[in-house]
């Protein structure tokens, strides 16, 4: 006659089992879900403070530090205008067809920010916004013009340039972050820079754009 194992160490085996399967599909749900996804760097965490922080922390110095350290493209108030609609967009979730601080998609946070900045009115959709100013070339980059990229799927993606090699956009994974064109995702899909600010946009707008 076979001995039957002991109910419990039937029920220990059943639950280890489970605890293993589990962690296997969360690996495999988890390795999909990264694929899918543009890898970010130390910019993707949300300034201090603000909503929708994060835990995430630079491997060198707080975010907000490496902000400030943005000095080379001109004009520096456009830069700085712009580091603060960051400020107040930063952790804002992405969503597509969104327009607000409860979700917001790439292109709209693109109109929002020119037109709360800029008194300037650009068109709803990255496909109409890529036929507005004049294109430059990436080596011309200045703080206010639109990086546009073709990343795989149905739609294009646009963020506004802030100078030293990064750009203000709505990530799909990470939300309204702060992202650098060097990341080798970003530098693989990149399509073109369009100059939508130039100097007759802002004269209106005083000294604090023309200086």
């Known amino acids: 006659m076979v001995a039957l ?5 039937t029920a ?3 639950v280890s089992a489970c605890v293993v399967v589990a962690f296997l599909a969360g690996c495999a749900g988890s390795a999909t879900r990264q694929g899918m996804e543009a890898p970010e760097d130390y910019f993707s965490m949300s300034l201090p403070g603000m909503k929708g922080a994060t835990p995430q922390m630079s ?6 530090a490496h ?7 001109p004009p ?35 109109r929002n920010v020119f037109r ?29 013009d ?7 799927g149905a739609y294009n993606h646009v963020g506004i340039y802030v100078g030293d090699g990064h750009f203000l956009h709505a990530s799909t994974s990470q939300g309204v972050i702060i992202s650098s064109l060097d990341n080798n995702y970003w530098q693989r899909y990149y399509w073109q820079s369009r100059r939508t600010l130039e100097p007759t946009n802002l004269a209106h707008l ?5 200086q």
């Open 76 to 110: 520096t108030a456009i830069r700085q205008a712009l580091l603060e609609q960051h400020q107040q967009w930063a952790g804002t979730p992405y969503r597509i067809g969104g327009t607000t601080e409860r979700g917001i998609d790439c292109s709209a946070l693109v």
């Open 5 to 9: 194992p002991h109910p419990a160490v």
């Open 12 to 14: 220990v085996r059943v």
């Open 206 to 210: 005083g000294s604090r754009f023309t």
């Open 116 to 144: 709360d900045t800029f008194n300037l009115q650009l068109p709803r959709s990255t496909q109409d916004q890529v036929h507005e100013g004049r294109p430059i070339d990436r080596q011309e980059l200045q703080a206010g």
């Open 67 to 73: 902000l400030r350290s943005l000095q080379t493209p």
């Open 59 to 64: 491997p060198v110095d707080p975010i907000d």
């Open 146 to 152: 639109l990086v546009f990229f073709r990343p795989p």
